[in-house]
């Protein structure tokens, strides 16, 4: 069993930043794969982001260089950090892990329970 806790979300301007941080739990294995999605209402869920434990890392093509993501495999902890954020970034980010098939229908087992993220125009 592994548990994932999100932190971080809130309410923002357009143009500005957050940090998101996972906090894991249980039999997570610093070799996961670790990964942020993200859902807007009405759409479907995405990739955002996956890092694997040697540090590989890979964004979804809407990213464009805003975001980065990193994890410390001590601590157990999975971040994502959020630059010019557009309002159509507004959604709930996820924690999940592990991760496969990242590049082509990325899943994940474990789910944390959500983070909301809303940018004003």
């Known amino acids: 069993q592994v548990q994932l806790l999100e932190s971080g979300g809130g309410l923002v301007q357009a143009g500005g930043s957050l940090r998101l941080a996972c906090a894991a739990s249980?039999?997570?294995?610093?070799?996961?794969?670790m990964g942020w999605f993200r859902q807007a209402p009405g759409k479907e869920r995405e990739i955002v982001g996956g890092?694997?434990?040697?540090?590989?890392?890979y964004y979804g093509d809407f990213v464009k260089g805003r975001f980065t993501i990193s994890r410390d495999n001590v601590k157990n902890m999975l971040y994502l950090q959020m630059n010019s954020l557009k309002p159509d970034d507004t959604a709930v980010y996820y924690c999940?892990?592990?991760?496969?098939?990242?590049?082509?229908?990325?899943?994940?087992?474990?789910w944390g329970q959500g983070t909301q993220v809303t940018v004003s125009s």
């Open positions: 999940a892990a592990p991760v496969r098939n990242l590049k082509d229908s990325p899943s994940a087992d474990y």
């Open positions: 249980g039999r997570i294995f610093s070799t996961h794969t």
């Open positions: 890092i694997s434990w040697y540090g590989v890392k």
